[in-house]
């Protein structure tokens, strides 16, 4: 199997901090005020640029913010202290080694021009082959630095045409820059002979703009500016910003006349890393739909080939592959539980779900064509690292989904597909849970490509209904207020019970799970069939118990089934919490409480109903008056056996 040349080298920055000042003061120590409150993002490197006295001063260090502020006190630069124009980031590389050579900015071979980015251009292996054609040196592995390049060219060739300097002739070297890239970004940059203008453009990457009294800002959240100004504007797709200290003027990519949207921020500084939620867990469950967007990026090629990021198989030994291990711990191995039927479904191959701490010492049968896939969200968790150990004494070639570039796992495995999901920082894990998923339904459906059960067109419809859930998921946040309501209901609640049949069963568990590690309350998950077995014993008057209702447009009796075990549960006393899709009318008359989540393919239905169980134990959590963002007794990263 190959990597297509697109993403073979490519630094992949999916989730970084940007951020951009012009105006009065020196810019350099408002830059790095930002970046402090952006950190959150991302802490591989970071790097900072001014315009002062006609150059563009940069400086720049792999690691922490803090390694950047020490390399800008030993160089002691008062030029880069004093100009007032300069551009900041803060990078989270998603693969590839972040290095200091790997940092932003990026400065054109003429070193007129810094850039930064936060996104992928999925068409910079073309562009830079364009570039190194007429003679560009390229200083960095990165797919930016194409950008600063072609910035470069397109200011140069305007200044050449009679265009005056000014920041004009930065907005329109951007316009025509953009229109030549695919992908994701936002990007800033400065140009030394325009000492007074930050530009920048945007698609499907964020980026605000502060409006300030004789000075301007840009970021990628209002955090890094709220110090300074409350009023910020939001930019929409496809647009170029340019800020000088007199004003903001946006356009499109065209050149049009735009207009952003202008708020006022009424929370301050404190919340600021936050971006303004009151946890963290609330900030990562609502960037969801961006996580899961910036998973799927670049995953499909021009030949509709799914595209993982380190591949060390070929497809023969994927083809050679008889039996299927997944092991993980937490979340992620109920992440595994829901890939266990797409790939079982999908690929035709028996497929076994399995604990990361009971796998090996069950003696396993592994052998050359057995293939493990390990799910790590921190990709350090010892029980999981064991087991890929164990799998790979056995000779098993080991498949890694992991959100973290550089970890141990993915380094120690055959190949590697990255949840670009960024930085969770509350311990429960809500976004590399969704983004999990989505890598779980990539790797089923490569591999029922290669081994030829799945024709292009069948991937790429998948792919597509993949691509549409971000917009589902964004609706389905925004009608979240009954839910909210319904866990400060359920706050003295002593048990909750959860059941779910097929892909709807590990939502179960993981909605049990949630609420045990937010709230410290008893949840259980059951596969709904099996509750008559014994469990059903459990429920008394008023027990609340969340149902999980499959698709009716999937196999309608598997959702016939459910809808009698709700009445089952009913029968007995329980107060029922019913999760059904838009439109299936019929559960309504057995729901206590009806949760609505749209239409989605059976198999992809867990990327939706997840997310209202997530916000129940958060809010239950939080009346209940717990620390959400770091219960008690639990690590993000669990690295003991
Ligand atoms: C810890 C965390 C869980 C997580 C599990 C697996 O127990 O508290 O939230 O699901 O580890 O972590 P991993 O990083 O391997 O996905």
């Not at 910020?232 to 050149?255: H, K, N, R, S, W």
């Not at 010492?361 to 592994?366: G, N, S």
């Not at 992991?402 to 969770?424: F, K, M, Q, W």
């Not at 709904?528 to 014994?534: F, N």
């Amino acid at each position: 199997m190959r990597m297509t040349d697109e993403r073979s080298s490519v630094r992949v920055t999916a989730m970084c901090g940007i951020v951009g000042y012009v105006g009065g003061r020196p810019a350099l120590s408002i830059v790095l005020d930002g970046l402090r409150r952006l950190e959150y993002r991302g802490y591989d490197s970071a790097g900072v640029a001014v315009v002062e006295d006609g150059t563009v001063l940069t400086q720049k260090k792999a690691g922490k913010l803090a390694n950047l502020e020490k390399a800008l006190a030993e160089a002691a630069d008062p030029g880069i202290a004093a100009g007032p124009t300069g551009i900041g980031h803060t990078r989270w590389a998603t693969h590839g080694g972040p290095t200091d050579r790997n940092a932003h900015p990026h400065v054109s071979q003429d070193g007129n021009v810094a850039v930064i980015h936060n996104g992928i251009i999925e068409n910079f292996s073309r562009l830079r082959a364009e570039l190194e054609a007429t003679g560009v040196e390229f200083a960095s592995d990165t797919d930016t630095e194409c950008a600063a390049h072609l910035l470069a060219g397109e200011v140069r060739a305007l200044r050449e045409s009679g265009l005056a300097d000014g920041p004009e002739l930065l907005a329109e070297g951007m316009r025509r820059t953009v229109r030549r890239l695919e992908g994701a970004f936002t990007l800033l940059a400065i140009d030394v002979r325009v000492p007074d203008a930050v530009v920048a453009a945007r698609r499907n990457s964020p980026l605000v703009v502060g409006r300030g009294n004789g000075e301007n800002f840009l970021a990628s959240d209002v955090s890094a500016f709220i110090e300074y100004t409350r009023d910020a504007i939001e930019l929409g797709q496809d647009q170029v910003v340019l800020i000088t200290p007199a004003g903001i003027e946006i356009t499109g990519f065209d050149g049009s006349p735009q207009e952003g949207k202008e708020f006022h921020i009424d929370w301050d500084a404190s919340a600021a890393e936050k971006g303004g939620y009151d946890y963290f867990m609330l900030k990562e469950i609502a960037e969801q739909p961006q996580a899961i967007a910036d998973t799927l990026l670049g995953r499909l090629s021009d030949r509709g080939e799914i595209v993982l990021d380190e591949v060390r198989l070929t497809d023969q030994d994927l083809r050679d592959v008889d039996k299927i291990f997944i092991i993980a711990c937490g979340t992620s191995y109920n992440a595994g539980m829901v890939a266990k039927y797409a790939i079982e479904h999908w690929v035709r191959l028996p497929c076994e779900v399995e604990l990361a701490s009971e796998f090996r010492y069950r003696d396993p049968i592994l052998d050359r064509s057995t293939l493990v896939i390990v799910i790590s969200q921190s990709g350090e968790t010892m029980d999981t690292l064991m087991a890929l150990r164990h799998a790979k004494e056995q000779k098993a070639r080991v498949l890694a989904i992991c959100n973290t570039n550089g970890s141990t796992i993915p380094r120690e495995s055959d190949a590697v597909l990255y949840t670009h999901g960024g930085p969770e920082i509350a311990v429960a894990s809500t976004k590399a849970f969704l983004t999990q998923l989505v890598a779980c339904y990539l790797i089923g459906l490569h591999l029922a490509q290669v081994r030829g059960v799945m024709y292009a067109d069948e991937v790429a419809a998948v792919v597509e209904k993949l691509q549409s859930t971000p917009d589902s998921l964004r609706g389905l946040l925004d009608s979240m207020e009954d839910v909210r309501a319904l866990g400060r209901d359920l706050k003295t609640a002593s048990t909750v019970l959860f059941i779910g049949r097929h892909v709807g069963y590990p939502v179960a568990l993981e909605g049990a799970l949630k609420l045990k590690e937010l709230a410290y309350m008893h949840a259980e998950g059951f596969a709904a069939g099996e509750l008559k077995h014994g469990p059903i014993a459990l429920i008394d008057q008023g027990t609340p118990v969340v149902c999980v209702v499959p698709s009716p447009a999937g196999r309608g009796v598997m959702r016939d089934k459910v809808v009698s075990n709700i009445q089952e549960v009913r029968a007995r006393g329980a107060r029922t919490i019913v999760i059904a899709e838009e439109g299936d009318d019929d559960v309504a008359a057995f729901a206590d409480h009806l949760i609505r989540v749209p239409a989605t393919p059976t198999l992809l239905a867990p990327l939706m109903t997840t997310v209202p169980l997530q916000i129940l134990a958060c809010e239950i959590a939080s009346a209940r008056g717990h620390d959400v963002d770091q219960p008690r007794n639990l690590a993000k990263s669990v690295t003991v056996e």
